[in-house]
């Protein structure tokens, strides 16, 4: 036996021990549906108004305003459509560059691509697993040239336009670190909150951390609209540009079809919206369970020689999306031998993301050094988190 | 009293007369519920599948192939998506041109433009409201340039990559003329059947004309699942890849995040899926709902001196998803009246879309001469159309 099927073994039973044996496959994170959701949708559908309007996208986007602690919300298709539209709105256009951590869902990458411009990675820090304020400046002081106002990348010759923090399983990147550096460089933040709703910075929810935020609410998140997103912000005029942007950009008229913008089909349809509606009533509840949750997954494995379990950065709250093991450097080599051995057992396991600059399609996006990035893209294990689990911790097996 | 006002009112009265005196106002297209979408939505919610997979898409994707009489379908978030991806999978790119309709809904010109590709307009002809084959043909044959098997647009240098038929109002296009030209210049045909669910051309149906085609299921059309779209094609090739583009283009394994091309985030959810089960189930009794209420239309306004009601091409089987009245050339002045009369009298009204190329954002786009266009473009007015107003036939006031 070797070090790594013992370590595997530890985990698989240290799991097994908190969560019960699991009956079939236990998976990395599912939707709960434990409150109006059938009532809300069935009276959508009874409305006739499942569409592109309708009062439930209203509520959702009163609602979901509220819980960012901005004064509007937008609601879209999906969380890349946020971040598009977001970085449009923002100035990102056609050939501009925009910063962004390698350790991060392709959407994020895919939403700048999408616009015609060039993501361009930046390391993290171990604490939070987001963008390190202090290596973007650093990498800034490096490559960027001022130039009109804006800051050029020297190598590229492209302007950097932008920065896109993600918080990471829903732990808040150091935003105060992070926005100083972009006001000092000139550079746009748009928050990608995909990940953290609920989650506090001080005493700031995420989503609110910035001029413009992106959400997502697809099924994998702590809530779910089946598929959508959301765009946030304080600004009026911002918020006005979303809307009309993500719906087809066709000025008010009583019937005449005149669109000033070339915009987007990115609405969210109100039958969505109304299982949204229905679930963001539910957040607390998800939170309170969440942290349950990960305080049982940190007292586990409290101590553990190989292991710790990812916590809540000093003077953050978490939303405790994913729960993730990070591995000691010697006992790296044991992940996949670990992946195999617990979704072998029934409780599903996966690595985080590649990093996008591994990715052929991403091999060529200008970047900083990454460090900390490759060193922990290979630590990483995402373990299991619904927050029906904390069900199971009551009646242990 | 002018004319005008007369024949705004004549118009009014006869719809009256066979519709009923309107109870509130009555919209252009209401969709309508009364098979199982309650229970397979619910039944939805309660199996916890409601995001970017589940049963429902797949069966979804199934029925919908069916229609069309395709062998693959890939369900989408909405029409314009469905457009954007076939597109890209049939060659367009940066700096391709795309030939299309000007009288058409903004989505087809928007998913050509998201790609980087330039709309190129040409005419219709009044018969079908779709593509004129033969103005195509003298249009390629004045500005078109062969080379490299391709043919260039030779006042602009840009290749003409791909055409898009338009079945307007489900009106199918004369697709043996369209498909005929595209053969002869080399150009790739993607079929917009956005509005033309269960439109037959011969005995085919519409959305299995051409190579591959976009539908769209948005609350106003045929059948709705709230928001969404499918790509519909024979080619297996080209069904895989649909389905892999829209789906993050994430490449099949246990638990690695490696994506092969930048994709979109354009999969339907399986909650708007549950809806587009149940609706498919009665797409026979809509179409001999519209069919019914079409045949209404035609006979109330039969050898009238100002308009006629716009009547499937010879040879095709319209699904009637708008119903058009077409005003003589004479008549042509008194538009705005008749919508104004309408929509004053409670009944829906509105004109066709403005022709893309007199929008500013088009206005630079290039183009053919296109007098049937602007002829026809002031001379429609599209009047309520739900099914459920063959209840109305029966039982008139």
């Not at 100035?91 to 411009?117: K, Q, R, Y």
């Not at 910035?210 to 598929?227: D, R, V, Y």
């Not at 990960?294 to 729960?323: C, I, K, T």
């Not at 893209?377 to 988190?385: F, H, K, Q």
Request: hydrophobic fraction near 45%; proline fraction near 6%.
């Amino acid at each position: 036996m070797t070090n790594q099927t013992a370590l595997a073994g530890d985990i698989k039973d240290r799991l097994y021990h908190f969560l019960g044996a699991p009956e079939g496959f236990v998976p990395l994170h599912e939707p709960e549906f434990r409150g109006e959701e059938e009532a809300l949708v069935t009276d959508c559908i009874r409305s006739g108004w499942v569409s592109s309007v309708g009062q439930y996208v209203d509520r959702f986007e009163t609602d979901i305003a509220k819980v960012c602690g901005t004064r509007y919300g937008v609601a879209v298709v999906n969380g890349t459509a946020a971040l598009e539209v977001s970085l449009r709105i923002m100035g990102v256009g056609p050939g501009d560059e925009v910063l962004m951590p390698s350790l991060t869902f392709i959407a994020t990458a895919n939403a700048t691509s999408h616009l015609g411009a060039v993501p361009h990675f930046v390391d993290i820090e171990e604490r939070t697993l987001g963008i390190s304020p202090k290596a973007l400046k650093a990498h800034l002081e490096k490559i960027g040239e001022r130039r009109d106002g804006s800051v050029y990348n020297r190598e590229t010759g492209r302007r950097l336009a932008a920065v896109v923090p993600m918080h990471v399983f829903g732990h808040p990147v150091d935003m105060n670190g992070l926005n100083a550096v972009a006001a000092e460089f000139g550079l746009q933040v748009i928050e990608d909150a995909a990940e953290a709703l609920g989650s506090l910075y001080g005493d700031k929810p995420c989503g609110g951390l910035a001029p413009i935020a992106a959400l997502s609410f697809n099924g994998n998140k702590i809530l779910t609209t089946g598929g959508g997103g959301a765009i946030v912000t304080n600004d009026e005029t911002l918020a006005r540009r979303a809307k009309h942007l993500t719906t087809t950009a066709k000025q008010p008229h009583a019937w005449a079809f005149r669109h000033d913008e070339i915009g987007y089909n990115y609405r969210m349809p109100n039958l969505n919206a109304a299982l949204g509606v229905a679930q963001l009533a539910q957040l607390d509840t998800r939170l309170a369970q969440k942290r349950q949750l990960a305080q049982a997954y940190l007292e586990a494995f409290s101590g553990h020689p190989d292991l710790q379990v990812l916590a809540e950065p000093e003077g953050a709250r978490s939303n405790y999306w994913l729960n993730a093991l990070v591995l000691a450097p010697h006992a790296a080599a044991a992940r996949d031998t670990i992946l195999e051995t617990l979704n072998g057992a029934g409780l599903m396991a996966r690595p985080v993301w590649e990093p996008l600059h591994t990715l052929p399609i991403y091999a060529d996006a200008p970047r900083a050094d990454l460090p900390v990035t490759m060193d922990l893209a290979a630590r990483i294990i995402n373990v299991p988190s619904s927050a029906h689990l904390v069900g199971a911790l009551a009646c242990p097996a």
